[in-house]
């Protein structure tokens, strides 16, 4: 279950850990905010590359703000809730707080009701 890690009303905070797909180490793990608004993950760049996630390519994306950005992005292993997934990772700005996308938890079968600062498993990941 995804326990909230402070007291703000709707924010959702969980564990995860990122590494190069198929690396034993080095890894990158720090509490990610869960963004159900975000299809992606971020990250910044710096902790990306300490642990050798490479660019693959450019995304421009909408941040919630309304403005937009084009940033580079790499695939990584993501380690979370006892989930082994992978996906694709946002080199972030330095200083930027992590963010865990919604796909990540989508593709381990978890979906987060933010109001209620909760999460359930489902019976099974769809394929439909």
Do not use: N
């Not at 995804?2 to 007291?7: F, L, W, Y």
């Not at 050798?52 to 937009?68: F, H, L, N, Q």
């Not at 979906?111 to 359930?120: E, F, K, L, T």
């Amino acid at each position: 279950m995804v326990r909230p890690h402070d007291s703000q009303v709707g924010l959702v905070y969980v564990q995860v850990s990122l590494k190069v797909p198929g690396a034993s180490s080095p890894s990158y793990e720090d509490s990610f905010l869960v963004d159900t608004g975000a299809t992606d993950s971020m990250a910044a760049e710096s902790d990306l590359s300490r642990i050798g996630i490479k660019p693959v390519g450019r995304k421009t994306y909408e941040m919630a703000d309304g403005s937009v950005h084009e940033y580079r992005f790499g695939l990584a292993q993501v380690e979370v809730m006892g989930e082994v997934t992978a996906g694709r990772v946002i080199f972030g700005p330095e200083g930027i707080e992590p963010i865990l996308g919604v796909t990540v938890l989508e593709s381990i079968g978890v979906v987060v009701d933010p109001a209620s600062q909760s999460s359930r498993r489902l019976p099974a990941v769809p394929l439909k």
